[in-house]
């Protein structure tokens, strides 16, 4: 299912301005790039470190769930700063 229609706001000097994106699928736009990467030898467009810190971001929000505390996001026993 595509994302539906993204809006954003931003300062500019002045006031406010906005900005529309249209409709896209998100995962689609991953995945071919990815593939690019691949297929052509360059770089991934998010690096595997980036994947890492989510998924540590992910277990520390169903810890949190489940302790019903603040949890941070963790590596291998230490804090992560993000």
Do not use: H
């Not at 539906?4 to 002045?14: E, Q, S, V």
């Not at 301005?17 to 409709?23: H, K, L, M």
């Not at 691949?38 to 470190?49: C, D, Y």
């Amino acid at each position: 299912m595509p994302d539906l229609c993204r809006r954003r706001a931003r300062r500019i000097r002045g006031g406010i301005a906005a900005e529309e994106f249209p409709v896209c699928d998100q995962y689609t736009f991953q995945g071919d790039a990815f593939s690019r990467a691949v297929l052509e030898g360059g770089e991934v467009p998010v690096p595997l470190e980036d994947a890492i810190k989510n998924m540590a971001v992910i277990e520390a929000i169903f810890r949190s769930a489940e302790s019903g505390k603040w949890e941070n996001a963790v590596r291998r026993g230490a804090q992560w700063n993000i």
